[in-house]
């Protein structure tokens, strides 16, 4: 089958959560392709609703790391990716002197701090 279009990595649009990658059909739908395909070294994306075809031209080390299904991935409200554990607030030992906060305290804390950014940016 023939290639309707050769489209740069950058183009893609990605969605961390499913670890897809997609790009706009003529057809009105989109072709999609894998981030563990794109690792496997595949570098043609379909579209579902037609035959079209694109080749991704791209370079491994321009890929993401592929998390695995296992990985504790979290989203936050602002769209950034990470594992739960970095998103935490007050970790740390006890080195500073202070005691370590729960998971109330940080819930208590994320909450404060969301309340505190909408209202900025409700200011502005």
Request: glycine content about 8%; charged content about 40%; overall charge negative.
């Amino acid at each position: 089958m023939s290639i309707y279009e050769e489209v740069e990595f950058e183009d893609l649009d990605y969605d961390p959560k499913t670890q897809i990658y997609s790009y706009p059909c003529p057809c009105g739908d989109k072709f999609s392709i894998s981030l563990e395909a794109l690792w496997d070294g595949e570098d043609i994306a379909t579209c579902p609703s037609c035959t079209l075809r694109i080749e991704i031209i791209y370079d491994e080390e321009d890929l993401p790391p592929l998390r695995h299904d296992d990985d504790d991935y979290d989203e936050d409200e602002n769209g950034n990716a990470g594992k739960d554990d970095d998103l935490k607030l007050g970790g740390g030992g006890s080195d500073d002197g202070e005691e370590k906060k729960s998971d109330n305290e940080n819930d208590e804390i994320d909450e404060g701090l969301s309340v505190v950014a909408r209202k900025s940016l409700s200011v502005h």
